[in-house]
C-alpha cells in the first residue's frame, strides 16, 4: 500500500494549476509556510487533508490560525514541519523524526542525514531570482520512502 504525500511550499498568495493538478491524487498535504492568503489552504483542502505552518510573510490576522511548527504522523512515519530549516531547534534524531519538512530558501532539496529525511520542496508561487518553480510529493511505501521534486514549468 503506498501512502502518497504532497509538499509544497512558498506559495505567496498563488496556487498554480500545474500544482493542484500534481497534488490532485494524493493522500495528504504539507504546506511549509510563507502561504500568503488562507484561501490558498482553502483550495488545498479539497484535494487533501492538510497540515499547514505559517511562515514568515504569514503575518495576517488568519495566519494566527497556524503554528509555526507542527508534528505529524501520516502513514506511521513522524515527520516535523517548520518553514526555515536554520530555525530548527530540536533534535530529530533524539525525537524520533523520520522526515524534516521546510521551505522558506526557494531551493528545492532532498537529503538525508543520520537515517532522516529532509525535503524542502521549493517555491511554487511566484518565482523569485531564477529558480524553478517546484513542489514535491513523497510515497511511503513498505519499501522505504520515495520523494521526488517536480518542476511546474516541465509538464
Known sequence: MTFTIGI???THGLLRPEAVRLLAQVDHIIH???????D??????????VTAIRGN??????ATEFAETEFVRLAGRPFYVLHDLNAMRIDPVAEGIDVIVSGHSHIAKINTVDAVLYV???SAGRRRFKLPITLARLE????????????????
Open 140 to 155: 511511503i511505501t513498505p519499501a522505504g520512502l520515495k520523494p521526488i521534486i517536480h518542476d511546474l514549468e516541465v509538464g
Open 57 to 62: 510573510i504569514d503575518t495576517g490576522e488568519w
Open 8 to 10: 509544497i511550499s512558498d
Open 40 to 49: 490558498i489552504i482553502t483550495a488545498l483542502r479539497r484535494l487533501a487533508p
Open 32 to 38: 511549509g509556510g510563507d502561504i500568503g492568503d488562507p
Open 120 to 122: 524542502n520542496p521549493g
